[in-house]
């Protein structure tokens, strides 16, 4: 089997998300994700990965891993991981399909058949522009679906809580700091700032005790004062994780915030590369690595991560706030990693617009989710998508080499 070609696809409508498709001389697709900065991504995968890996046999993915970066941003979560990442995916996506197994049965089986899910508390445009990441691009507006939960939790926190639970879902990741971290661009939170961002923790608590686990997203945003100010005050409502305390830029801090307060610490979200993961690790100070799959490396990197990990006796849990196609692999690894305990969802991109990009989608029922049926990832793109007025498709073939 050889790459005849590799196709990429951007939405104008989900200006974040990139699709990669690997062609191949049997007819079998293979199909990747990445988000953020997509022409960036999309340019690697066509200027550098396409020229080595067309004629090549794209299930030899572990021979192709040095080759699919280039000379420079091969550490951290570069435009070139990125695109790397999409590509990862893709070439397992073929290789299960070559095996006619899934991915998670590929790899030596699972440990489990479902997992149980949390829901990160975004609403349905949540940094669906060009913007960045912040209260600017929270996509806080007209009332688009019952799943509004970024503007729920904000302004009716038990009643977000109440219908997850209702759902089956027990677990649910808030971050209202995040206005105090942008008024002093993370340098410092004033009393009234830190009381007003514990209110939705303090309602849920109130109200339903602990029938439902909370998580705190700190968004990278403060420095290491701030952020252990804020873990410590969130030590009353005893989050399952505080997440991402600091600017994630110098690790040591990580451990510093960790061993100042009580509230477990996890990380990683916007992390790449196993080197970044095992300096984390090496803080001997964290919860919970966080990796985004398609930011990390791909599938072949977190494999890589979440057994090292293993070895520290730290779990792993795989962020799903971006794409369809990347909720679907991470929910294959999550079923294989033993250290795999919960996994992420939007419960208002899940039932809102990812099914409308894709074939299908990890069954979600009474709180836990699993894979679709069916080999490699169980899913492809929907023929629709490539078509419509708003797409932007790419192609690569030998011929353009």
């Avoid at 700032?193 to 700190?218: N, S, Y």
């Avoid at 960790?258 to 790449?272: D, H, K, V, W």
């Amino acid at each position: 089997m050889k790459v005849t070609g590799i196709e990429t696809i951007r939405l104008e409508r989900q200006p974040n998300l990139l699709w990669c498709r690997l062609l191949t001389d049997s007819g079998l697709v293979g199909l990747g994700e990445t988000f953020y900065g997509p022409e960036a991504a999309e340019a690697h995968i066509h200027r550098v990965i396409a020229p080595y890996l067309i004629g090549k046999d794209p299930r030899a993915v572990e021979r192709h891993q040095a080759f699919l970066t280039g000379y420079v941003g091969y550490v951290g979560s570069s435009a070139e991981i990125r695109g790397r990442s999409a590509v990862d995916i893709a070439c397992w996506d073929i290789l299960g399909q070559a095996a006619n197994l899934p991915l998670c049965d590929l790899w030596g089986g699972r440990v489990r058949e479902d997992i149980r899910a949390y829901n990160t508390c975004a609403g349905y445009s949540y940094v669906q522009t060009e913007a960045t990441q912040g209260t600017g691009n929270f996509g806080l507006g007209e009332k688009a679906g019952p799943y509004e939960d970024l503007k729920g939790f904000l302004e009716r926190p038990v009643e977000v809580a109440e219908s997850l639970l209702e759902m089956g879902i027990s677990a649910m990741k808030i971050w209202p700091f995040d206005y105090a971290a942008e008024a002093s661009q993370g340098q410092a939170i004033t009393t009234g700032e830190l009381k007003q961002g514990l209110v939705p923790f303090e309602k849920i608590r109130a109200a339903l005790g602990d029938r439902i686990d909370l998580m705190a997203e700190l968004h990278g945003l403060w420095n290491r004062p701030a952020a252990i100010r804020i873990a410590r005050a969130l030590e009353p409502v005893a989050p399952l994780w505080v997440e991402d305390p600091v600017v994630m830029d110098h690790l040591v801090s990580l451990g510093e915030v960790a061993r100042a307060t009580r509230c477990p610490i996890a990380a990683g979200e916007t992390r790449g590369t196993r080197a970044d993961f095992r300096a984390m690790l090496e803080l001997e100070a964290l919860s919970t690595l966080i990796l985004d799959l398609s930011w990390c490396g791909g599938i072949s990197e977190a494999r890589k991560v979440a057994a090292m990990a293993e070895a520290w006796h730290v779990p792993v849990a795989f962020h799903d706030c971006t794409g369809p196609v990347v909720l679907a692999a991470s929910t294959h690894l999550a079923l294989h990693a033993r250290n795999c305990a919960i996994q992420e969802i939007v419960r208002a991109f899940y039932y809102g617009w990812y099914g409308e990009l894709v074939t299908a989608l990890p069954p979600l029922a009474n709180g836990r989710i699993t894979v679709p049926e069916g080999p490699g990832l169980g899913l492809a793109l929907n023929a629709g998508v490539p078509k419509r007025a708003d797409a932007r498709v790419r192609r690569t073939t030998a011929a353009d080499l």
